[in-house]
């Protein structure tokens, strides 16, 4: 057993950054994808890129989507993530091409399945989602987006047209050298069980989120 011990008799060097691993078709509901997977060295995560069509350097419609287990796999009414995922695929594949970034990890805003669920749990006993957070000594929002532009320029991308309603993923994309050139809004009709986290992304983090007025107003 060597356990990576060269020839002087020292370790091998980690390998760090974000690493192309395979390229494979993805046929979905949506249309015929190219999923391409990369190994983050840095933080330990696998991470996907869907690239549909013919993706050029400039203006490419993107969405960032940070990993929802409970809405983008149950169907969980508490977020509109599940919505936003489906939305941002039908998106790319109506453009004729564009990439949806899945981001491992992120789980919710990067504090974990089981963290969130916790927040969850505090969420239906009042608090809203930053309170619950911060009740538990957990970040706000923990995420980090350098991956992500990581893997854009794997793909060759420059400039974006962003999918996302948070300007947190604008400035972050921008700060890791992608051009955003448009943000595109991704709103979801809310519903009964999602309207105060909703109105608390709104108001506590900044989200982009007009079509809330109506419902708040008439609440």
Known sequence: MTDNIGVLGKKAPQRTGVERVVNAPLPTVYGKFQAIG??????????????????????????LHSECLTGDAFGSQHCECGDQLDAALRAVVSEGAGVVVYLRGHEGRGIGLLGKLRAMALQAEGLDTVEANLALGLPVDARDYGVAARILEDLGVRSVRLM???????????????????????????????????????????????????VVSSS
């Open 164 to 214: 996302s309603n948070n300007p947190r993923k604008r400035e972050a994309l921008v700060d890791h050298g992608i051009t955003v050139a448009e943000t595109v809004p991704l709103l979801i009709p809310p519903c009964e069980n999602n309207i105060t986290y909703l109105r608390t992304k709104r108001e506590r983090l900044d989200h982009h989120l007009p079509h809330l007025d109506a």
């Open 38 to 63: 990369y190994m983050d060295h840095d933080r330990g995560d696998e991470q996907v890129a869907l690239v549909y069509g013919e993706i050029g350097p400039d203006d490419v419609l993107i969405r």
